[in-house]
Structures are given as structure tokens and as C-alpha cells.
């Protein structure tokens, strides 16, 4: 049962546009949620993240949008570059918790120069 | 330099042969946690510990084993082998304090099982 859920296996998009990357979940009971970046041979690294009492939290090009009405989260890439190729999993937890993290499938992000 | 390290960075080893994957961390984290990635399907959680001597299992516990003895060390122990643990395994730590960073992540253990 995949509790978050990132429908696009991959997306490209040209450099200097706008990167969305979206992501869904089923269990009301995540309050807080994380974007990660993953570069090939390497771990994912911390990227941005929301509690649920907000609906936006923005940080140098990227910023995350949280609908809780609908369980969806946006991560948005303004401009996007080359060096933000990589797959990004969005991940979720419970009462702001960092031990129990659940990620979605992931989604690879191919910026074409 | 704060980071995780995970041993070895490959293995290869055949079915049935016991193993053990090293993590440790030198960030005095409370939380670590080891998770699989697999094509399709994500990174899923194995285990994870809250603090010394305290684990539990997370989504796809079977087959594995760990143990926390020591604040900074979080190995993963698999008894038996079985060619579905072939995977890609990460190892990761946190806080349990301040500003909620979610893990850390180690660079990985890439892990064939024949």
C-alpha cells in the first residue's frame, strides 16, 4: 500500500523554465512532509520541506505547496538548471517526526540545456 | 565533516551466506534508520532505532536483522541471504531535536546476492 505516491517516473524540462514535481498521499495523519534530491551514486540530500500548518514554504528557487484538502504537495523549481538533474522523492511523516520517514516512488528530473 | 558511512560500497555474495552492512554516524544522532531502494518502488524502510537499544521494524522488516549497541553504529545483518535483498541500501541518521531535517543519508551499499 504506497502511502505517498509520485505518479510521473520522470519529467523533462528545458533550462530557465519551470520544474513541478508532484506528489500525493493517502494518510491524513502526515503533518510533516520533505523533498529530496538524489544524485546517481550518492544518497538522497535534504532539499525543502513543509509542515502542514503552512501551505508554502519557499527557499531560493524552490519552493513547496501543500494542499491538504486534496493529500498533494508541489515542489516547484523556478529557474530550472542543469545541475538540477537528479530524481527528487518526496517523503512524509507523523507528528513531526524524524524516525519513521515514508518516500514515494521518486521522480527523475532530465533539465535539457 | 558530519556525515554516515556505510560499508562495503558493493558486495556481491551468494544465497545463504550471512552479512553484515556497517553504518555508523558522527553527528551524536538519536535516530537511525536503514532503508532499500528498488526500481518502482522507492526507498522503503527496514528498520529503524530511536536511540541506543531501542529498534524496530519498518515496512519490509523480513530478512533482516539489526541492533543498536552504540549511539553512532546501526549495522544491518542479513542471516540468510536471498536474491530479492539484491537492492541498493541506504543508511540514515537524525535528530530528535531542533529544526526537523528529516535523514541523513549515507552514500549507500549496493548489494547482488546469486
Known sequence: DQQVKQNSPSLSVQEGRISIL????????????????KYPAEGPTFLISISSIKDKNEDGR??????????HLSLHIVPSQ??????????ASVNFGNEKLTFGTGTRLTIIP | EAQVTQNPRY????????????????????????YRQDPGLGLRQ??????VEVTDKGD????????????????????S??????SLYFCASS????????????SGTRLTVV
Open chain 2, 60 to 79: 519490509v522488516p523480513e530478512g533482516y536483522k539489526v541492533s543498536r549497541k552504540e549511539k553512532r553504529n546501526f549495522p544491518l545483518i542479513l542471516e
Open chain 2, 95 to 106: 535528530t530528535n531535536s531542533g529544526v526537523n531535517y528529516g535523514y541523513t543519508f549515507g
Open chain 2, 81 to 86: 541471504p536471498s536474491p530479492n535483498q539484491t
Open chain 2, 11 to 34: 558486495l556481491i555474495t551468494v544465497t545463504g551466506k550471512k552479512l553484515t552492512v556497517t553504518c555508523s554516524q558522527n553527528m551524536n544522532h538519536e535516530y537511525m534508520s536503514w
Open chain 1, 82 to 91: 542543469p545541475g538540477d538533474s537528479a530524481v527528487y522523492f518526496c517523503a
Open chain 1, 62 to 71: 524552490f519552493t513547496v505547496f501543500l494542499n491538504k484538502s486534496a493529500k
Open chain 2, 46 to 51: 527496514i528498520y529503524y532505532s530511536m536511540n
Open chain 1, 22 to 37: 508532484n506528489c500525493d498521499y493517502t494518510n491524513s495523519m502526515f503533518d510533516y512532509f520533505l523533498w529530496y534530491k
